[in-house]
DNA sequence: TTGTAGGCGTTATCAC
DNA sequence: GTGATAACGCCTACAA
């Protein structure tokens, strides 16, 4: 079934292309009369216009690229959600590609999306990315480009994130002032900023209410299996310390504090009284989960939604030739205190 | 910074554009002298091209739309998961569209996927769907179309589902071999077919193991706040039939299941001695739950990856002018035993 | 082996 | 108010 043109309406009208162009994008001046009849026809005979003749000529896709490290993940998803929700409100869709975490695939998609004459990116970087020539090369062309919660410094664009370092600081200043001393932290790689930001944040929390740091309360998890990660870390903790060498622990995701409280559960160690966990995300299953999960808030549907909101006006300014200034959002983050704590 | 097109590259090199595009696209009647000159020159001047133009071209644009009823839902975030790495493999790329349940989306968002040229359609029907113009319209312009998960029996195009009147049977048989009798339905709104069809199942189970149908066991929970849903139904079939009058409750969602849990372990009745809980989805939350739930296991992956294997296939099929017959493919389910059955 | 030329469907400019 | 014409950047017969 061939595609109907521009020119097949103008054929059945015995008119012009360029005036059925001009009536169906609402031209002044193109008299009302054919207007109405062109109109008339093109919704008859189910006119699609084809838009990526229409990007070719106008130099804009109206879609913006949107790359995330992995979407089966509960934060992500929402950040998605809110991305693209707010892109369908402003006329744009969205091309989503995941990276996997893998560099090499990272580098490959940016190169897609620039193929694809994409008006904007959205990325949030891989924790394998130390090199930013890919990115420079998008700014270079002078494609927007905002980054959101993993992001890199070294590259001057605008930034969607939240206080990785402040959040995780509030979530054991809590702790502490609930007079919780002996604080285990249960962390991601170091090599991922946002979990070493967690990590400094438990640090400064501690040094700050003069508690001395115990570097036998620190366990690193694997962040490709957080739930059992969490509960064999919990084992030895608990292995080591016993129930009195310790009497709260933070982890840096709520599927790995899910994984601790399912160790505490089943081996009789009463949570919060023998041992409190915090959680970071507040994922749904946080609050499911017995007993429901204290955790720190991390507002992911916003994220996306602000991201693209900055991404949106920069590529506006940047087709108006404005001076385009580079934004950085902290997103707050609250603490979602439940039994757990 | 303007683009570098095929153009600039021939005048750099003082050769016809047309032998750049062949020397680019490994044509073989270009000489292999001049071929590596062009791409040495492509690779300094850091050529990308422009598919949009090759698009308009050659008539197909390497992508294909996706639209879900939500994403943020593991389910169907599992599902585009699946959808995207697929795609990727073999080199497409993926607008994702989100209908949020709503009719009206669903046509608009169909539209756009037309004028932008995709090359193909996956989608999953909003509840609302009882109309299917649109659909047909899709395939009378020639565009694939593949339907997982909320299909319409009256559109001939392939399917990629679950059999939920089967699954749910399942379920409800491993029930009662078990030796529960007294088996509570919770489910959702019955418009949605799916939800009709798991009613579907738990009725036929009842019916085959002979054990009447009661009325009074049957909840429909508002899907658009299951967990409370759950947890307020629980409590209302509590109230009626006390914990002798009930032996287990079947829920057509983890989210129901794991509310019905809480309400359950929040009034002291023991899962399962008292009451035994089934699930639907196997969501990973299930399986941190208290006690952990069974399930019934929803393969979103393999169905994501399913669909755009059938598509891409029937995009081929289309593109050689062969005859393209529809699949209709049933993803088994199985059951995911745990201890709260 | 290389080049010429036409066209994909739309939009924008400029004449009429 | 309307229409002719020239792009947008790429691909591909076909000709040289």
Redesign the pocket.
Known sequence: MA?I???DLAYEL??????V??A??GY????E??RKLVIELADKLNFS??VV??N????HTKIIGVIVPTIVHHFFSNVIGGIINEAEKNGYMVILLQSNEDFEMEKKQLNLLVQQQVDGILISLTVETKNFEHLERIQQRGIPLVMYDKVAKAIDCSKVIIDDKKASYDAVSYLIRKGYKRIAYFGGSMVALNFSNRFLGYKQALEEYRIPFDDSLVYICDTSDEYNDGYNNASELIKKHGIIGVDAAFAVTDVIAVGITKYFNTHNISIPKDVAVFGFSNWFMSSVVTPPLSTVNQPGYEMGKKSIEILLKEIAQSKDKKEIVHERIVLPTTLEIRQST
Request: charged fraction near 20%; aromatic fraction near 0%.
């Open positions: 595609q043109t521009l020119q015995n008119i012009s292309v360029s005036t162009s001009k169906l994008k002044p001046d193109v008299s009369k054919t216009p084809n003749a229409s070719l000529r106008t130099q």
